[in-house]
Structure formats: C-alpha cells, structure tokens
C-alpha cells in the first residue's frame, strides 16, 4: 500500500520564519504534489514536480518554493512565513496518470 | 477555465438514510478525468472514483453509486443507507487528459454528518 508521511501534523512558526515542510513517499512515484486546503475553497495547488530537481508552479506558488533532491521526498518551503500562510497543507504521490495518494496533512498556524 | 462546483457546504442525514452529493465541473476540454476523494477527520484524503470523460456508464461500489451525465456536467455521487463512519468530507476534482492531469481542480467540498 502507497504510504505518503508528512513529517508533522501540527506546526506553530512566527511570522518572518523560514519554514520547511516535508513529505516522503515510498513508492517510487515520479510525480508529487503540494496543496493548501483553507475553508471553503478546496484544495488548491501550489507546486507540483514530475521528476527529481523538475518542479512547475500550480495555481498559488507565491510566498513558496519547493526543493525535490530524491525521489522520494519534497519539500515545500515558506520562504518568509506570514499570517496568511496558516493552513493544512496536503502532499501527494502519483504514478502516471493514475489517481493521487495523499498525506495525513501539515496543519501550519504562522502567528 | 476548469472550474469544480459543491453547492451543498453542508449536509446533514439520519443513519440509513440515502444522501446525494452534487457536483457540476466546467472544462472546454474534450479529455478530462473526474474524480471523487473521502476526507475522514484524520485528515487524509482517500481516493474513491476516477471516471474519463468517455465513459459515461454510471458505477456502483457496494451502498456508493456514480452518476456521470455530460449533457449536464454533473458528476454526483449517491451514499445508500448512510452510516456514522460515511461522516467526512467529500471532495470532488477535475483534471485535463491532455497535460498528463497534472492539474487537478478541486471543488471546495461538501461535508457529510451521518448521526446515529
């Protein structure tokens, strides 16, 4: 079974911090994927990448970056954390074009 | 522009009632996949349903059932004889066949309350 494992489940950072979150896959899985989930609007993609050191924006990479060095694991970065980067935020794997297999999620409070 | 609609925020049912959740998605593409995730209160998501835009046939997985209709862009998905652990949020989600999906739309989701 595809396990996706974030490094945290609840987060508390200060505003201006450089915030790191972690995602590792254990499936060989080429693609990986970064979301935020906020109340309301769904989840909405900020990175993806397709294949090691390859990252392409989504639909709201402003405020982060993303590091990809293995396979395996992804990394999204807040460069310099501000309030309204609190969020859950969701990693996924997929294989091809088959369906995303998801983490239990980062839930990030910036105060 | 792709765009997934949930106009039910919230629904709340008996257990053992029957509760439809809609879902109506824009797209100008011709090649798409639709899909339908699970939020239980743990937080991951869980994949239910995948369905390409030529494959119209309605899906039925044990009490879940799928009702693809392209006339209408709806996507609506049917939980017979709820129960408690049918409580979660359900999103459904849009991806274009042709940029390999690596864009997946997300409606903004609808939350299900099964009480007992």
């Known amino acids: 079974d595809v396990k996706v494992t974030q490094s945290s489940r609840y987060l508390v950072k200060r505003t201006g911090e450089k915030v790191f979150l972690e995602c590792v896959q254990d499936?060989?899985?080429?693609?990986m994927f970064w979301y935020r989930q906020d109340p309301g609007l769904g989840l909405r993609l900020i990175y993806f990448?397709?294949?090691?050191?390859?990252?392409e924006k989504g639909d709201i990479p402003e405020g982060y970056s993303v590091s990809r060095e293995k396979k395996e694991r992804f990394s999204l970065i807040l460069e310099s954390a501000s309030t309204n980067q609190t969020s859950m935020y969701l990693c996924?794997?997929?294989?091809?074009?088959?369906?995303?297999?998801f983490g239990d999620g980062t839930r990030l409070s910036i105060l | 522009a792709q765009k997934v609609t949930q106009a039910q925020t919230e629904i709340s049912v008996v257990e053992k009632e029957d509760v439809t959740l809609d879902c109506v998605y824009e797209?100008?593409?011709?090649?798409?996949?639709l899909f339908w995730y699970k939020q239980p209160p743990s937080g991951e998501l869980v994949f239910l349903i995948r369905?390409?835009?030529?494959?119209?046939q309605n899906e039925i997985s044990g009490r879940y059932s799928w009702n693809f209709q392209k006339s209408t862009s709806s996507f609506n998905f049917t939980i017979t004889a709820s129960q408690v652990v049918d409580s979660a949020v359900y999103f459904c989600?849009?991806?274009?066949?042709?940029?390999?999906?690596?864009?997946?739309?997300f409606g903004a989701g609808t939350r299900l309350f099964v009480k007992a």
């Open positions: 996924a794997s997929r294989k091809g074009n088959q369906p995303q297999h």
């Open positions: 797209t100008r593409d011709t090649t798409y996949y």
């Open positions: 499936m060989d899985h080429e693609n």
């Open positions: 369905r390409n835009s030529f494959d119209e």
């Open positions: 990448s397709y294949d090691v050191k390859m990252k």
């Open positions: 989600a849009l991806s274009d066949g042709n940029t390999g999906g690596f864009k997946t739309i």
